[in-house]
C-alpha cells in the first residue's frame, strides 16, 4: 500500500464500479433464460425494451470506469510529482498503476463469479467486460503524469 | 447568463470525460424512466379499454393454454354450427383482426382487414375524424359493403370513393365503399398484454353480420371465437358455449366473468406493474447514486476553481442556481436525445412498412410518448434536486479558505 | 475614532479537530493603514485572514466592518464585498489553470457584471501596464513563471479598486527581485488609493516594512 497510488477509498470505488457493470451484464443475461412470457407479457415486453440495448447499456455503464480513472490520476499528480521527487521514477509508478488496477478488476472478477454460479450462468459472460477494462487500464496508464 | 456559461464553457467542459459521464447516467436514467412511465402508461389505457368489456353479464372467450388445439381438424361446417348457434341463443361481441391483403395505397403499406360486428363495434367506440359511422344491415354480395378506413388510407380512398378487392375471408370480389375515416392512431389493446397496441391507421373494417358471418371461411370464424364477448349472459349459459365449442370443435375455451376478469387483473397486471416499477426504482436508485458519485468527483478536481470563484465574488446561491441551470441544460439535451430515438424508432414502423404499428404524432410521437416525457421531466426535477443539493452540501463542507490554494 | 474594522473574537473552535484558536483576540484597523501579521504555524494566522475577508462566519465574537456588523449581512452581500471592497493577493498557485491569465484576472469584473464596460476595460488595460504583464495575458498559468503568476493574482486582487487588500504569504515563493516588485505593488496601491494591507507572513523582513506587526501567540 505505501507504494501505491491507491488509498482504500479509491479501491473500494474501482471495486464498487466493476461489480456493478459485471452484476448488470449478469442480470441482463440471467433474464433472458427466464421464460417471462409465461409469467407476464406486460413484465417480458418491458424487460425487452431494454435488453434490446443490452450491450450498449453495458458499454455506456463501463464509461463510468473511465470517469473513475480519469478523476484518480487528475487527483494523484501531486503525489506522482512527490513520488519523484524522493526517489521513484514514472516508469515504476505506471508499472504499479497497471498492476493495482489489474488487481483491483480481477479480484472485483472474481467475487461476480460467485453471482454466475448463483445465477448458474457460464463463467466466461463477463469475460467481454474483463477486456474492456483492461483496455481502460491500459489507455489511461499513459495518463499518468505529474503535476 | 454570463457566468453560467464561463462555468460550463471554462470550468466543466475543461474536464469534458466528467460531463460525457454525468450525461451518460442520467441518460440511462431518463430512458429506464421513459420506458418504464409508457409501459405503466400504455397498460393503463389498454386497460381502460378492456374494462368496459368489465360488465355483469360479459365473459370473455380465452383459448385454454393448458389445452392442445388442433385447428387443422376443425371443417367450416363445425364452425358455421358454432355461429348458428351463437346467433340463435346469445348477443355477443366479435372482431377479427390481423388478415392482410395488399391494397395500392399512398405510403405503400400492407392494407389489414379488421372484421367487426355490431356490438363489438357499440363497445369499442371508434372515433372518426370524416364521414359516417358502420351501418351493419346491408346485403352481403348485394350491396356494396360500408367500411371504415385508417387515416392513413384516408388520402387514397376518401370518404365515398369504392374499393373493389377480393374479400380474405370469404375470397369472393368485394365492392366496398368507404362510409367514414378512423380518428389518427385509432387503435386496440391486446386483452393479455394491454401494453401492446395494434393501430389501425393502415387497416379496414368491415362490418360483419349474419349474412356475412355464413359466407366468411374458416380462419375468421376460428380467428373470431379467439375473443369472442358474451353480453347479457350467464355463467351457466357461458358454459354451454363452451361444451358447445368442446364438441363441435374440440377446443378448450375458457369464459371468464367480470369478478374472475378482475381477480385476473389484480393478479396479473398490477402484479406486473409492482414489478416493473420495482425494478426500476432499484434501477434508478443505483444510477443515482453513481451519478451523485460522479458529480462529487467533479468537486474533488473542482475545488481549487470553485474557492477561487467564491473568493472574487461567487456566492453560494448564485453556485447554486449555476448548477440547477447546468443541470437543467444537461436534462434537456438528454430529453431531446430521447425524443429523436423514440421518433426514430416510431419511424422505424414506417420504413419497415409495419401497419399495425405505424402511428402519426408531432415529431412522431404519440400521445403516451409525450405522457411518459412528462413524467420523466418530473422523475428528472427529483434526480437535478437530489444531485445539486447534495453537491451544494459537499461544497458547503469544505470551508472556502485561502489555505485550500495555498 | 475612524476605523474601517473592528473585529472582537472570543474563539475560534474546530469543533471535528478539537480545539480552538484566537482566543480573546480584538483588532481595529485604520483605513490606509499596512499591518502584518506574524506568528508560529498553525496559531491561526490563515484562519484570521478566511475571517477579515468575510469567507468564514462560524466563530464566536463581532466583526464589524465598514461599520456594518459582518454576522448580519447574507451570504449574497459577503459574495458582493468579497467582489468589491477586498482583493485577496495568495501565491502564485491561486489562479485556475484552465483559463488563460486574462480571463483569471477579469473573473471579479463577471461577478460584478462589468466585464464589457468600458472603464472596466480601460482599468484592466491600466493595471496589466502599471504590472507589467501584457505579454503572458493569453498564457495560461503553468505557462508562465512563479513571479509572472505572483503578478497575475496581484493584478486580480486589485482590479475592483478594493478598499482591503489581504494578502497571505504573498511572495513565499518567489526570488528576490519578484519579491520586491510584489511588495512595491502592493505598498504603492496603499499609498496611491489609501488602500488597507494587511499581509500574513513568516516573513519578518517583509513584515518589517509595514506600519504595524501583530504577533499571534498560540494557546500554550
Known amino acids: 500500500m505505501k507504494y501505491s497510488l491507491f488509498r482504500f477509498i479509491d479501491v473500494f470505488e474501482a471495486f464498487a464500479i466493476y461489480l456493478i457493470c459485471f452484476a448488470s451484464n449478469l442480470i441482463f443475461i440471467y433474464v433472458q433464460t427466464l421464460n417471462l412470457e409465461e409469467v407476464s407479457y406486460i413484465l417480458e415486453s418491458f424487460i425487452k425494451s431494454i435488453i434490446d440495448y443490452q450491450v450498449t447499456i453495458n458499454f455506456f455503464l463501463t464509461f463510468i470506469i473511465i470517469v473513475f480513472h480519469y478523476q484518480f490520476l487528475n487527483r494523484k499528480k501531486t503525489e506522482i510529482s512527490c513520488r519523484i521527487l524522493v526517489g521513484d521514477t514514472m516508469v515504476h509508478i505506471i508499472i504499479r498503476y497497471i498492476l493495482h488496477s489489474l488487481a483491483i478488476l480481477v479480484f472485483s472478477f472474481l467475487l461476480s463469479l460467485s453471482l454466475n454460479f448463483y445465477l448458474e450462468l457460464k463463467v466466461t459472460s463477463n469475460l467481454y467486460l474483463v477486456v474492456i477494462f483492461i483496455i481502460y487500464i491500459l489507455i489511461s496508464a499513459g495518463q499518468v503524469k505529474r503535476e | 447568463m454570463r457566468i453560467l456559461r464561463f462555468f460550463i464553457t471554462r470550468i466543466f467542459l475543461k474536464r469534458w470525460i466528467l460531463v460525457l459521464g454525468m450525461i451518460i447516467l442520467l441518460f440511462l436514467a431518463n430512458y429506464l424512466s421513459f420506458t418504464t412511465a409508457r409501459s405503466v402508461i400504455s397498460t393503463f389505457q389498454g386497460y381502460q379499454e378492456i374494462e368496459t368489456l368489465n360488465q355483469e353479464g360479459t365473459f370473455i372467450s380465452n383459448l385454454d393454454p393448458n389445452s392442445e388445439a388442433d385447428f387443422g381438424n376443425i371443417k367450416i361446417d363445425d364452425t358455421q354450427k358454432v355461429y348458428e348457434y351463437l346467433n340463435n341463443n346469445y348477443t355477443y361481441a366479435l372482431q377479427a383482426n390481423g388478415f392482410v391483403t395488399s391494397l395500392d395505397n399512398k405510403h405503400k403499406m400492407d392494407v389489414i382487414f379488421n372484421y367487426i360486428n355490431e356490438e363489438s363495434y357499440k363497445i369499442n367506440q371508434f372515433r372518426l375524424s370524416q364521414g359516417k359511422h358502420l351501418n351493419f344491415n346491408y346485403k352481403f354480395n348485394k350491396e356494396k359493403m360500408p367500411v371504415l378506413v385508417g387515416a392513413g388510407l384516408a388520402k387514397t380512398y376518401p370518404v365515398g370513393s369504392n374499393i373493389e378487392i377480393t374479400d380474405p375471408v370469404t375470397q369472393q370480389l368485394v365492392n366496398l365503399k368507404v362510409q367514414g375515416v378512423l380518428k389518427k392512431n385509432s387503435h386496440r389493446s391486446n386483452f393479455y398484454a394491454p401494453n401492446s397496441k395494434t393501430y389501425f391507421n393502415f387497416s379496414i373494417f368491415l362490418p360483419v353480420n349474419e349474412g356475412f358471418i355464413q359466407s366468411a371461411g374458416r380462419d375468421l370464424h376460428v380467428g373470431g371465437l379467439m375473443d369472442i364477448a358474451l353480453l347479457d349472459s350467464t355463467k351457466e349459459k357461458a358454459m354451454n358455449v363452451k361444451e358447445h365449442l368442446q364438441e363441435n370443435l374440440g377446443l378448450d375455451f375458457n369464459f371468464f366473468n367480470q369478478q374472475e376478469n378482475f381477480n385476473y387483473f389484480e393478479d396479473y397486471y398490477v402484479d406486473s406493474l409492482k414489478i416493473i416499477c420495482t425494478i426500476t426504482l432499484i434501477l434508478l436508485i443505483i444510477i443515482v447514486c453513481l451519478a451523485v458519485w460522479n458529480n462529487l468527483v467533479c468537486i474533488r478536481l473542482m475545488i481549487k476553481d470553485f474557492t477561487i470563484n467564491l473568493l472574487v465574488g461567487l456566492s453560494y446561491s448564485k453556485l447554486r442556481a449555476i448548477f440547477y441551470s447546468y443541470f437543467g441544460i444537461l436534462f434537456s439535451i438528454i430529453i431531446a436525445i430521447l425524443i429523436v430515438i423514440t421518433a426514430i424508432n416510431r419511424y422505424g414502423f414506417w420504413l419497415s412498412k409495419d401497419s399495425t404499428f405505424a402511428t402519426y404524432g408531432i415529431f412522431g410521437l404519440i400521445s403516451m410518448d409525450w405522457m411518459a416525457l412528462l413524467i420523466v421531466l418530473f422523475i428528472d426535477f427529483i434526480i437535478g434536486f437530489t444531485i445539486v443539493e447534495l453537491t451544494i452540501r459537499k461544497i458547503k463542507s469544505i470551508p472556502i479558505s485561502v489555505g485550500v490554494l495555498q | ?220
Open chain 3, 1 to 220: 475614532m475612524n476605523r474601517i474594522m473592528k473585529l472582537e473574537i472570543q474563539e475560534k473552535t474546530f469543533k471535528k479537530k478539537g480545539f480552538s484558536i484566537l482566543n480573546d483576540f480584538d483588532l481595529e484597523v485604520e483605513p490606509g493603514e499596512r499591518l502584518s501579521i506574524i506568528g508560529e504555524s498553525g496559531v491561526g494566522k490563515t484562519s484570521l485572514l478566511n475571517i477579515i475577508g468575510l469567507l468564514d462566519t462560524q466563530y464566536q465574537g463581532s466583526y464589524t466592518l465598514f461599520d456594518s456588523s459582518v454576522k448580519d449581512l447574507s451570504r449574497n452581500k459577503l459574495a458582493e464585498w468579497r467582489n468589491q471592497k477586498i482583493g485577496f493577493v495568495l501565491q502564485e498557485s491561486a489562479l485556475i489553470h484552465s483559463l488563460t491569465i486574462e480571463d483569471n484576472i477579469k473573473l471579479p469584473l463577471m461577478y460584478a457584471n462589468i466585464e464589457k464596460d468600458l472603464t472596466a476595460q480601460d482599468h484592466f488595460k491600466q493595471i496589466i501596464n502599471k504590472i507589467g504583464i501584457e505579454s503572458i495575458l493569453k498564457k495560461k498559468p503553468l505557462e508562465c513563471s512563479g513571479g509572472q503568476r505572483s503578478r497575475a493574482v496581484f493584478a486580480r486582487a486589485v482590479m475592483m479598486n478594493p478598499q482591503i487588500i489581504l494578502s497571505d504569504e504573498p511572495t513565499a515563493s518567489l526570488d528576490l527581485e519578484n519579491k520586491e516588485k510584489i511588495i512595491n505593488l502592493l505598498f504603492d496601491m496603499n499609498k496611491e488609493f489609501n488602500t488597507t494591507v494587511i499581509t500574513v507572513t513568516h516573513d519578518l523582513d517583509l513584515a518589517n516594512r509595514h506600519e504595524r506587526i501583530i504577533t499571534l501567540e498560540g494557546n500554550e
